[in-house]
């Protein structure tokens, strides 16, 4: 690899915040109000969002927080950026009760009836955003990193129950939505 094709690879290009208004707006109903103050920029397949300001056109390893990713279709929004965002979401989102809240949180797969479409999901519990679901045909597949996972008391025949379901989701799914 070149220096050159180096640099170029860690450079953030200014996105228009009306491409992320838009996404998320469509999938989650999200208004574009709700970005007001933030700027995007596009790493690879990743979308930043930054508090509006002017970065000069240096090479940066990361700015402000990860919100999506845009690697698969469709895009998946981070943990992170719901929690800050998915308070103002108006659909596809999904409340948990105590008992299946701390399940999610420690990354189990659930079964829930939603009107929700498949594909991900906003997960509130009392009103606060948990974070990214991933819902097709009754079952709700936590999105939450390993590493902000509840410890759980499972074992590992639950563990790979879980891992299958997982996967029966995933391959439930229509291929575009994978």
Same mark, same amino acid.
């Given at each position: ?11 953030? !290009? ?19 109000? +709700?970005? +007001? ?9 990743? @979308? #930043?969002?930054?508090?509006? /300001?002017?970065? %000069?056109?240096?090479?940066?390893? /990361? ?11 469709? #895009?998946? %929004? ?9 308070? *103002? ?5 999904? *409340?948990?009760?105590?008992? $299946? ?20 999901? @906003? ?5 606060? @955003? ?6 097709? *045909? ?16 499972? $074992?590992?025949? !639950?563990?790979? +129950? ?17």
């Amino acid at each position: 690899m070149s220096p050159s094709s180096s640099r170029t690879r860690n450079i953030f !290009e200014p996105l228009d915040t009306s491409f992320v208004a838009d996404l998320w707006g469509e999938r989650f109903g999200i208004p574009s109000s +709700a970005f +007001a103050g933030f700027t995007f920029f596009r790493k690879a397949n990743s @979308v #930043w969002a930054a508090n509006e /300001a002017i970065l %000069p056109r240096l090479s940066y390893e /990361a700015i402000g927080m990860r919100i999506m990713n845009l690697k698969d279709r469709p #895009w998946k %929004p981070t943990t992170s950026a719901l929690q800050v965002f998915g308070r *103002h979401a108006t659909r596809n989102l999904i *409340h948990l009760d105590s008992a $299946n809240s701390r399940s999610f949180m420690e990354g189990k797969t659930l079964a829930i009836e939603s009107d929700s479409e498949s594909g991900y999901v @906003v997960v509130f519990y009392r009103g606060e @955003v948990l974070g990214c679901g991933l819902y097709s *045909h009754g079952k709700l597949v936590s999105q939450i990193p390993k590493e902000r996972r509840m410890a759980s008391s499972k $074992n590992g025949a !639950e563990e790979s +129950a879980d891992q299958n379901a997982k996967d029966e989701v995933a391959s439930e799914m229509p291929i575009d939505m994978r």
